[in-house]
């Protein structure tokens, strides 16, 4: 499996982007996949995930209200649309699958991970 992400970039607070992340290797319907996130000299965060069966998880805490996580199958693609984004936001974001069985929150319950892609958010 591999993954692709885009869409970072720079915006000012209370702006929006929309990050891509494309999955080639294995359809979205077989893989759990998330989003992660990681502020310099912190440890990568959990933000939303979609599970197998299309069920989302996660979007609590600082992000809620703001994030939305959408798939599309035909195109094996998932989005994480941000919404009056604040510089707190600023991180590189990574996707990441699994083709386990359970849907994990944590970073080494995936196997597959893309590049990452950084959104930088100024104030």
């Known amino acids: 499996v591999q993954l692709q992400a885009s869409g970072g970039g720079l915006v000012q607070a209370g702006g929006s982007l929309r990050l891509s992340c494309t999955a080639s290797?294995?359809?979205?319907?077989?893989?759990?996949i998330a989003w992660f996130r990681q502020i310099i000299g912190k440890e990568r965060e959990f933000v939303v995930g979609?599970?197998?069966?299309?069920?989302?998880?996660g979007l609590g805490g600082s992000v809620k209200g703001r994030f939305t996580m959408s798939r599309d199958n035909d195109k094996n693609t998932v989005y994480l649309q941000m919404d009056s984004l604040e510089p707190e936001d600023t991180a590189v974001y990574y996707c990441?699958?699994?083709?386990?069985?359970?849907?994990?929150?944590?970073?080494?319950?995936?196997?597959?991970w893309g590049p990452g892609t950084l959104v930088t958010v100024s104030s």
């Open positions: 990441a699958a699994s083709e386990k069985f359970i849907f994990e929150m944590v970073p080494r319950g995936y196997d597959y």
């Open positions: 979609i599970a197998k069966n299309g069920g989302r998880i």
């Open positions: 290797g294995q359809t979205l319907s077989n893989l759990q």
